[in-house]
Structures are given as structure tokens and as C-alpha cells.
């Protein structure tokens, strides 16, 4: 597709349960974002990746947030024992590594943990 | 982590009119102000941005102000449109970590017909 993909659109979970959210960046951008979206703020950004390095973490809020991203394409968040505080917007963007002020973002995931 | 300070929280304007939204910063070392619009169920999309080399920057009916001395910046949606209704959002990047754009809490703008 043109566009950043992220599935599942939707995900409702229960406390303590892992979750992963996936995003497929445009073809072709080395540089790829995920941020947090939570209700009535704005977007906080979690972690950077430069092809399949991600060599800022800075703003993952705790050890249970990891990512991962493979052949320098498709990222996966991983959230691991899920807690209420979670249920966010996740948003992936996307963009050439040398123009990182211009990021294309896809339609999020929306987490509900119950 | 917010270092942008967005107002209002919501705006409702008739069609035709002004829209003007606000935003503040402290960090004088953000050289890169962008505005993004989102629409329900989309991603933010990238609407119109400024550097502090220049005081405005228009592109059709959005115009960006920035006043670098205050350290604010602001945008204009001239003649507002029903389709302009969406939540609009401000942010800020330093040259060294471009990546790691600061956002405003955004604006939820709606143009009554």
C-alpha cells in the first residue's frame, strides 16, 4: 500500500495479558516511530528506529514496553502484562532518514485493557 | 514530556470565519514548528510547518504565525470550512534529535454550517 499500515485496528485485552501491535512503515523509509496517544493529550513518542536499530528508547514508560523491527520493514510494540493505564492510541510513523521532520503516520491501534 | 503548551482545548467556529489556534514553548532549541491535522480513526497528517527564520508562512487557507521573542506560535485557518472540523495539533523539534517531535495536546476545532 502508500500508506503506513498498523493492525490490529482494534484490541480489547485483559490486565495482565501481552499484547503486540504491528506496523507496516512506506516502502522504502529507513527511519520508522512509534507513539502513544492517550485521551485529551497529545502524541508521546516511545521509541525511534533507524533501520533495524533502535538507538533511542528514551521515552518506552517501562520495562514492559519493547519493539522490535525486522529487514528494516515491519516493527512490532510488544506490551507485556498489560495494565489499565495502557489503553492508548499506539501510532506508527514513518519517514526517510533524512528527512525525519516530514513523518507519515498510520491510523494507530486503539488498546482497551479491561 | 509535553514542552509545548497548546490552547484551546476546543474551538467552534462558524463557516466562513477564523479559526486561530495557540501554541507555547520553552525549549529554545526547537528550530522546527509543524502543525498536524487528525481526523477520527486516522493518523495525524502533516498540514503545514515553519522555521523561526521567518515570522509567517502560508499555504491557501492556512497560515502559520511564529514569534520567535515570545516563543509562541499560532495557526490561522482563514474561511473555515465544515470539512476542516478535526483535532489539530502543534509540535516542536530541536535540530539534534529531529526525530523526537513534542506535540500540544491538541485542538478539537469544529465549523458549525
Known amino acids: 500500500g502508500a500508506g503506513v499500515s498498523q493492525s490490529p485496528s482494534n484490541k480489547v485485552t485483559e490486565k495482565g495479558k501481552d499484547v503486540e501491535l504491528r506496523c507496516d512503515p512506506i516502502?522504502?523509509?529507513?527511519?520508522l516511530y512509534w507513539y502513544r496517544q492517550s485521551l485529551g493529550q497529545g502524541l508521546e513518542f516511545l521509541i525511534y528506529?533507524?533501520?533495524?536499530?533502535?538507538?533511542?528508547k528514551s521515552g518506552l514508560p517501562s520495562d514492559r514496553f519493547s519493539a522490535e523491527r525486522t529487514g528494516g520493514s515491519v516493527s512490532t510494540l510488544t506490551i507485556q502484562r498489560t495494565q489499565q493505564e495502557d489503553s492508548a492510541v499506539y501510532l506508527c510513523?514513518?519517514?526517510?532518514?533524512?528527512?525525519?521532520?516530514?513523518?507519515?503516520f498510520g491510523p494507530g491501534t486503539r488498546l482497551l485493557v479491561l | 514530556q509535553q514542552q509545548v503548551k497548546q490552547s484551546p482545548q476546543s474551538l467552534i467556529v462558524q463557516k466562513g470565519g477564523i479559526s486561530i489556534i495557540n501554541c507555547a514553548y520553552e525549549?529554545?532549541?526547537?528550530?522546527?514548528f509543524p502543525w498536524y491535522q487528525q481526523f477520527p480513526g486516522k493518523g495525524p497528517a502533516l498540514l503545514i510547518a515553519?522555521?523561526?527564520?521567518?515570522s509567517e508562512k502560508k499555504e491557501g487557507r492556512f497560515t502559520i504565525s511564529f514569534n520567535k521573542s515570545a516563543k509562541q506560535f499560532s495557526l490561522h485557518i482563514m474561511d473555515s470550512q465544515p470539512g476542516d472540523s478535526a483535532t489539530y495539533f502543534c509540535?516542536?523539534?530541536?535540530?539534534?534529535?529531529?526525530?523526537?517531535?513534542?506535540f500540544g495536546a491538541g485542538t478539537r476545532l469544529t465549523v458549525k454550517p
Open positions: 515553519i522555521r523561526p527564520d521567518v
Open positions: 510513523a514513518s519517514s526517510l532518514l533524512d528527512r525525519q521532520e516530514t513523518q507519515y
Open positions: 516502502s522504502g523509509h529507513t527511519a
Open positions: 525549549n529554545t532549541a526547537f528550530d522546527y
Open positions: 528506529f533507524q533501520g533495524n536499530s533502535a538507538p533511542d
Open positions: 509540535a516542536a523539534s530541536t535540530p539534534l534529535l529531529r526525530y523526537d517531535m513534542r
